[in-house]
T-cell receptor, first 110, second 113 residues
Framework: GESVGLHLPTLSVQEGDNSIINCAYS??????FIWYKQESGKGPQFIID?????DKRQGQRVTVLLNKTVKHLSLQIAATQPGDSAVYFC?????????FGAGTQVVVTP | SQTIHQWPATLVQPVGSPLSLECTVE??????LYWYRQAAGRGLQLLFY??????ISSEVPQNLSASRPQDRQFILSSKKLLLSDSGFYLC????????????FGSGTQLSVL
């Protein structure tokens, strides 16, 4: 069953540094991936996506890397800002079904 | 641009009372619509999804039901709430081609007491 108060992995980053958030996905056949940012009490916000036929995609201050060999996805945030503090989680899809990770808590320190 | 509206933001209901959460999407037609539940520190659990009006698929047997009376409206309901129904409920939509891009509403924090 589910437990209340389960602690997420935490990444503490100093303001201005780059952040790297990792995600291990479960299905080697997954063909599409999304990174989300979720602030406390709010809905997840779409950050960036990538298809399985790519290994890198860049957005504004963010880069997603996909390593299909080891089923690993990462999100890099450049010049991390206080507003980047949130939970970040990845999603994978196969045959139109989305599966989500629990997430990583990112804390930006001054 | 497309927007998704979900309400209410918070809800406190007694055990045994009914539930109705509403979600609407603007700026697109024939979206795929979803209801998820999120437990603290856990991943999202898919409850229902819909690819068209009146078409509802249930992923998890439970005390809840969903309806899609209009193309861009998705409703989550219960006749009698249980304590275990407490949680953070999220509506989401994706474009017509199933499995691409998924956008979430702002969520409803439901507390059943």
């Amino acid at each position: 069953g589910e437990s209340v108060g389960l602690h997420l992995p935490t990444l503490s980053v100093q303001e201005g540094d780059n952040s790297i958030i990792n995600c291990a996905y479960s299905n080697s056949a997954s063909d599409y991936f999304i990174w989300y940012k979720q602030e406390s009490g709010k809905g997840p916000q779409f950050i960036i996506d990538i298809r399985s036929n790519m290994d890198k995609r860049q957005g504004q201050r963010v880069t997603v890397l996909l390593n299909k060999t080891v089923k690993h996805l990462s999100l890099q945030i450049a010049a991390t800002q206080p507003g980047d503090s949130a939970v970040y989680f990845c999603a994978e899809t196969l045959w139109g079904k989305f599966q989500f990770g629990a997430g990583t808590q990112v804390v930006v320190t001054p | 641009s497309q927007t998704i509206h979900q309400w209410p933001a918070t809800l406190v209901q007694p055990v045994g009372s009914p539930l109705s959460l509403e979600c609407t999407v603007e700026g697109t037609s024939n979206p795929n619509l979803y209801w998820y539940r999120q437990a603290a520190g856990r991943g999202l659990q898919l409850l229902f999804y819909s690819v068209g009006i009146g078409q509802i698929s249930s992923e998890v047997p439970q005390n809840l039901s969903a309806s899609r009376p209009q193309d861009r409206q998705f409703i989550l309901s219960s006749k009698k709430l249980l304590l275990s129904d407490s949680g953070f409920y999220l509506c989401a939509w994706s474009p017509g081609q199933f499995g691409e891009k998924l956008f979430f509403g702002s969520g409803t924090q439901l507390s059943v007491l």
